[in-house]
C-alpha cells in the first residue's frame, strides 16, 4: 500500500557526512509529517529529527547543529543531512512518515521504511 525506501547509508569515518534519503510510493493522497528515528545495538529506537508539511522541524538535542532534514513534497521524499559524524551515531536509521491513501476509502497510517546502517568508525 505505501513502502517507504531508505537509502544513502555506509560507513564513514568520525568527523564525516552522509546524506540519507527515505522515498515514499504507493496509493498516497498526502504526507503530513515525516522524520528519521535510529536504533543502535542494545538500545531502543529514538527519535532524531522530524519536518512537518509545512517544514517546521524538530531535532534531538543529540544532533542539533549537525543533521539538517529536509523534504520535496514533490517527490515525496525526506532527506537527512549528517555532518560532523561521531561513533555514537552509528545505527540504523528508519524512515517514519504519516500518511493519507485512498483504497478505497480514505484512512490515514504511519509507516516506516526498512532501515539504512550508518556506522561511524576509524
Known amino acids: 500500500q505505501v513502502q517507504l525506501v531508505e537509502s544513502g547509508g555506509g560507513l564513514v569515518q568520525p568527523g564525516g557526512s552522509l546524506r540519507l534519503s527515505c522515498a515514499a510510493s504507493g496509493n498516497i493522497v498526502s504526507i503530513y509529517a515525516m522524520g528519521w528515528y535510529r536504533q543502535a545495538p542494545g538500545k531502543q529506537r529514538e527519535l532524531v529529527a522530524t519536518?512537518?508539511?509545512?517544514?517546521?522541524?524538530n531535532y534531538a538535542d543529540s544532533v542539533k547543529g549537525r543533521f539538517t532534514i529536509s523534504r520535496d513534497n514533490a517527490k515525496k521524499t525526506v532527506y537527512l543531512q549528517t555532518n560532523s559524524l561521531q561513533p555514537e551515531d552509528t545505527a540504523v536509521y528508519y524512515c517514519?512518515?504519516?500518511?493519507?491513501?485512498?483504497?478505497?476509502?480514505?484512512?490515514?497510517?504511519?509507516?516506516w521504511g526498512q532501515g539504512t546502517q550508518v556506522t561511524v568508525s576509524s
Open positions: 519536518i512537518s508539511r509545512g517544514g517546521t522541524t
Open positions: 517514519n512518515a504519516d500518511v493519507g491513501t485512498y483504497n478505497p476509502s480514505y484512512s490515514r497510517g504511519d509507516y
